[in-house]
């Protein structure tokens, strides 16, 4: 009996004395400042355990901070820098050469329907809160650089913090305009042959010829799906940084704000040409989108299909037994 | 002047949290703001470690840097500060922030998150020096009246440290020499760029 309880006491003992043969200075020892790079290098945390009930917090040390810090004050410094500047040179550009684009045959004086109320109304809810969500954007990666100087620390932030406070409330009208024009135009932006014949002649912008076009032209099929796409992406990626940590953790997070970032800057550099092609850059266009009435002749030259489809649906939806103004 | 950072010796910190509970005290931080938080890595693994950590009062702060309203300052100390008259709450020095130092007042929902609020290193704001108006916002001024950051002058095993890096560094050095081990200071290479590897 006393055999085997000291059997059983050894067995007991035994990994504690192998571990005690083990030196104390030699125990596991892992470098901070290897992990640091190591973290630093390959991406991801340093997480550990914390007793305060928030995970987040367990986070020791998250490194790719320094990336997301790079990509704000560079590459999207840079991109936003190029893609506005550079639209704004080009149109410049555009205009000195090609000037006003004029209605070739002159106003007919007659006009037809082109957008209604429920359209109009749409696009200049999309537009003007765009315009305001654009412009408080802008002043959160350039302002501090461009404004701040003029204005002075204090009006500054005071403009900023209203900017923020716009830029997240605004977003809801526009998400919502974006589905409503979705809904309104999907239908008339599906691109087609049409279009490739109308990018083959440069949209009628190169030459002096006006390809033919229904009721959309590729270029404006092109401003429809950057708009609903790229606007669709934009607003998912701002509602993943407006509700922090509801929908993803500090990484995704930083991914969101590059991806709305990026994709906001190239947007505004394609709306800047959207608006130059909508007033000052063509005759008649404007029209289009305040009154909702175009100039007959500007509808033949850029839409010629829609107005012959107009043109078939009003002979079919008016009284067969009708005469024509001055017939009598 | 003095080049003020904070070092969390690992290997003796023991997670009792004093460091967290001094500064909360002393500054009157509310509920949800961890100014200082203790990590523990490999918790009940071969190898665990404790580390205290809160704004490191970096070397070319990512904060500083990417803040759109640049409401950060750096003192002569080189401690990093923020003046929350400025501040609108954006959270892009959180994004930035390697070590998830920035807090909010408020908890989710759409931007209203409050004032940004961080570990001063005991030394206020831009406010003149302990006042009512500075306590309010920033807390107490330490700094100001002479004294180091209270949670590494509460630390019972004096392994969180505060004062002058070059200072602090060699005490450092001095414990892994005479100790014959020493895993390195936490979070040194990433706000200081250097490590203090004896």
């Given at each position: ?100 684009i004029r209605i070739a045959a002159g106003p007919a004086g007659r006009t037809m329907t082109r957008f209604n109320l429920l359209e109009r109304?749409?696009h ?60 309104l135009w999907v239908r008339d932006n599906i691109p087609n042959a049409l279009d490739l014949e109308w990018l083959k002649a440069g949209g009628g912008f190169?030459g002096s010829r006006h390809p033919q076009a229904a009721r959309f032209n590729a270029g404006q099929k092109g401003v429809f ?52 092609i909508g007033?000052?850059g063509m005759e008649g266009a404007i029209d289009a989108m305040s009154t909702g009435q175009v100039d007959y002749n500007w509808a033949r030259e850029h839409h010629s299909l829609w107005v012959d489809e107009e043109l078939a649906k009003a002979r079919t939806a008016i009284d067969p037994?009708a005469?024509t103004a001055?017939?009598? | ?198």
């Open positions: 009996m006393r055999a085997l309880l000291l059997a059983v006491a050894l067995l007991c003992a035994a990994p504690a004395l192998a571990q005690n043969t083990v030196p104390f200075t030699a125990r596991d020892q892992t470098s901070a400042e290897e992990l640091e790079l190591q973290r630093t290098l390959q991406g991801g945390t340093i997480h550990g355990r914390i007793s305060i009930p928030d995970d987040k917090a367990a986070n020791l040390v998250q490194p790719e901070g320094r990336a997301w810090r790079d990509f704000h004050n560079r590459t999207l410094y840079t991109v936003g820098a190029v893609a506005v500047c550079g639209v704004l040179g080009l149109l410049w550009l555009f205009y000195m050469i090609k000037g006003r109304a749409n200049w809810m999309v537009a003007s809160s765009f315009i305001v969500l654009m412009l408080s954007g802008l002043n959160l990666t350039f302002g501090r650089w461009l404004i701040l100087p003029t204005l002075g620390p204090e009006t500054f932030t005071m403009l900023t913090m209203w900017g923020k406070v716009a830029h997240n409330f605004l977003s809801f009208p526009f998400a919502l305009g974006l589905v409503l024009m979705f809904l190169i799906w950057i708009t609903v796409l790229g606007g669709g992406a934009v607003a998912t990626t701002g509602y993943v940084l407006v509700f922090p940590f509801f929908i993803t953790d500090i990484a995704g997070q930083q991914w969101a704000h590059m991806i709305h970032g990026v994709l906001a800057m190239l947007m505004i550099a394609a709306i800047l040409a959207h608006i130059y007033s000052v037994g005469k001055g017939a009598d | 002047m003095a080049r003020m950072k904070f070092l969390c010796d690992a290997d003796r910190c023991i997670e009792c949290n004093a460091c967290v509970t001094a500064c909360k005290n002393e500054h009157e931080v509310p509920w949800g703001i961890n100014r200082r938080r203790v990590v523990t890595l490999n918790d009940g693994k071969p190898g665990e470690r404790s580390i205290s950590m809160a704004c490191m009062h970096c070397t070319d702060a990512p904060c500083a840097a990417v803040c759109p309203v640049n409401c950060f300052y750096t003192t002569a100390d080189a401690i990093v500060l923020h003046d929350k008259d400025l501040c609108i709450g954006c959270g892009y020095c959180f994004y930035a922030c390697p070590f998830g130092a920035p807090q909010y007042p408020r908890v989710g929902n759409f931007g209203g998150r409050g004032k940004m609020d961080k570990c001063t290193y005991c030394a206020g704001g831009p406010q003149a020096d302990n006042t009512a108006a500075e306590y309010i916002q920033y807390g107490a001024n330490r700094i100001a009246e002479g004294k180091l950051p209270l949670c590494a002058e509460m630390c019972s095993t004096k392994a969180l440290l505060a004062g002058d890096g070059e200072i602090i560094a060699s005490i450092y050095r001095e414990r892994v020499s005479k100790r014959g081990y020493g895993g390195g200071a936490w979070g040194w290479r990433t706000a200081y760029r250097e490590g203090v590897q004896a």
